[in-house]
Structure formats: structure tokens, C-alpha cells
């Protein structure tokens, strides 16, 4: 179907920019910052953000973003990892979704400021995640939170993070997560996909800026085909926590989404994948204006709620 009519007009403010690919890291970071700064000031959101860090095994802290529920009694909690390709985006430009986020469900969110590439290529970003979960994970009562019921979220590339953290926290045979929301994941980067194709210009994300961030990411192309880059390459999808794949009509990455899904149904894991018509890649961002935005953080609460029962009431 063609593009709601609120999403058209939000790319038409956006036409007059350079595409992600012709610019600098550096200038992609800026713009990124800018396209979210124009964006309005959360109206509602949790009673309590802090600021916190994360020990990392070896180097400098991982800084994260703790957002508390209004008067929750050890609720569940949601470690978060920003878009942007794991060249841009930060726990600031993520700041407005996490607080829609909690807000909406109720549950503490973690938004994790895992190290970009090009300066910490893969597995970098890999490994700052599922440090920052093993972390939460092991001081969930700290953060207020219920220890029994923890899931991992991302969008586009923390997407990507979020699905390969749940493959390596259920190898690690340890405490299990409860759930994993994947809004429009990378998650296969050895094969060009049929919306690539179809959607590959005029949607914001294009089949150019894809090909730019996995460039600066990934050491060699040898690593495309690593579980850790392409979670629906692993050899093994059972056990995994049940999971929401939301994908957008206008997206490159909407066929390798709903293909996770049907890979992690095939292995008999509960998932719900939805498609909304008539959106682009991070379309959940513009919950302001977007009513099928708003639609969507219905739907994540709703199957949270599901998940995490009975801990959401």
C-alpha cells in the first residue's frame, strides 16, 4: 500500500538532505543528532531517569540510561539498544522512544551505550551488549526491577544486538531472558533480500546506507556469515526466548525480519511478527504523530504483558 500520509510528510521535511552513504561518519553522527533534536519533547514518560555505567571485562565503562516506571513494584525490565547502523545513534538520540517505552509498559528500560564503528568494529558492539545484560541480569532487585523477568530490545542494528545477545545469553545456560522485541532487525547481512530491492530508495533507510554501515562495522566480509552479524545464520534457534518482530511495508530490512520469524517459529519458539503497511524502517519514533506508531506500543505492551504474566498486570 502506499505510505501513510503522515510518514510521506515527515520524509518530504527530510528530502533536501544528503544521503547517509555520501557523508562522513562524523557527519552522519550530526545529522542523526539533528533529525531527532527537531522532533518534540516528550510529553509523558517514567518518574525516575538516571544516568549509570556498566563495568565492562576489560576497557572503559559502558555508559547506560535507566528509566523507572511510575509507582511499579518490581517490574520487568527491558535492556534496550539504539538504531543506527553501529556507526550512529547514542542513548541521548534514544532518549524520547525508551521514555515512550517504559511508559507504556510499565517496565524499567535500559538503554545501553554500547561502542561504535568504524572506531570499535565488530564484535565490539557484541560484546558491550551482552555485557550490559549479563550486568542487569545479575542486579536486576538493584535496579527495582524483578530478576525473573528481563528481555532485550532494538531497533534496526540494537535489533540485530538484541537477537544475537539472546542466542549467546541462552548458550551461556545460565539465568534465561523472558522475551525479545525486534523492531525491524538486521538479521541477515549474506544475502540481498527482495524488499532490498523494492524498497531500496525513497523510504529513508536505503540499500546504499546499509551497504555504508556494514562497511565501517564489519573487519571483512568473511563475517557477514557469523551468527553474531547474521542471527538467522545460527545453527540453532531453539530455546530462545519468545519474541514481537515488528517490521515496516517500506523498509529494505522487512523480509530478513520476518524471515527471524518464521526461523524462530520453525523452532518452535512463540513469535508474532507484524508487518505495518504503509511504514518505513523507525517509523515507532514518530509516536507523536503517527498513529500506527502509537498502535505499535500498544502492541509491545500487550505481548510484554503476555510474556512477562504474571508480573504485568
Given at each position: 500500500m502506499p505510505l501513510d500520509p503522515r510518514i510521506a510528510a515527515i520524509l518530504e521535511r527530510s528530502g533536501g538532505a544528503r544521503a547517509t552513504a555520501d557523508m562522513t561518519v562524523a557527519e552522519a553522527r550530526h545529522a542523526e543528532a539533528a533529525l531527532f533534536a527537531e522532533l518534540p519533547a516528550p510529553v509523558n514518560g517514567p518518574a525516575d531517569v538516571v544516568d549509570g555505567s556498566v563495568t565492562r571485562?576489560?576497557?572503559?565503562?559502558?555508559?547506560?540510561r535507566v528509566y523507572r516506571p511510575i509507582a511499579r513494584a518490581a517490574p520487568p525490565i527491558i535492556v534496550y539498544f539504539h538504531d543506527g547502523g553501529w556507526v550512529v545513534g547514542s542513548i541521548a538520540i534514544s532518549d524520547r522512544f525508551c521514555r515512550a517505552l517504559a511508559a507504556a509498559t510499565g517496565c524499567i528500560v535500559v538503554s545501553v551505550e554500547y561502542r561504535l564503528a568504524p572506531e570499535h568494529k565488530f564484535p565490539a558492539a557484541v560484546e558491550d551488549a551482552l555485557a550490559a545484560t549479563?550486568?542487569?541480569?545479575?542486579?536486576?532487585?538493584?535496579l527495582g526491577g524483578n530478576p525473573k523477568r528481563i528481555g532485550v530490545?532494538?531497533?534496526?542494528?540494537?535489533?540485530?544486538?538484541?537477537?544475537?545477545?539472546?542466542?549467546?545469553?541462552?548458550?551461556?545456560?545460565?539465568?534465561?531472558?523472558?522475551h525479545q522485541l525486534l523492531l525491524y532487525?538486521?538479521?541477515?547481512?549474506?544475502?540481498?533480500?527482495?524488499?532490498?530491492?523494492?524498497?531500496?530508495e525513497g523510504y529513508g533507510l536505503t540499500r546504499r546506507a546499509l551497504t555504508w554501515f556494514a562497511g565501517h562495522y564489519l573487519n571483512t566480509e568473511l563475517e557477514r556469515g557469523s551468527p553474531l552479524v547474521s542471527p538467522l545464520r545460527a545453527q540453532d534457534h531453539a530455546r530462545l526466548p519468545r519474541a514481537l518482530i515488528i517490521t515496516a511495508e517500506h523498509d529494505p530490512l522487512r523480509d530478513e525480519g520476518e524471515a527471524y520469524g518464521e526461523k524462530l517459529r520453525g523452532s518452535r519458539i512463540p513469535v508474532k511478527v507484524s508487518r505495518y503497511n504503509g511504514m518505513i524502517h523507525g517509523f515507532i519514533a514518530y509516536h507523536d504523530e503517527v498513529e500506527a506508531a502509537r498502535q505499535a506500543l500498544a502492541e509491545i505492551d500487550q505481548e510484554l504483558r503476555k510474556a512477562f504474566r504474571p508480573t504485568v498486570e
Open positions: 571485562p576489560i576497557g572503559a565503562s559502558i555508559p547506560i549479563s550486568w542487569v541480569m545479575a542486579h536486576a532487585a538493584e530490545a532494538g531497533e534496526g542494528a540494537g535489533g540485530n544486538l538484541a537477537a544475537v545477545v539472546a542466542l549467546l545469553v541462552r548458550d551461556q545456560r545460565g539465568p534465561r531472558l523472558g532487525p538486521n538479521t541477515d547481512l549474506t544475502r540481498n533480500w527482495p524488499s532490498m530491492s523494492e524498497e531500496a
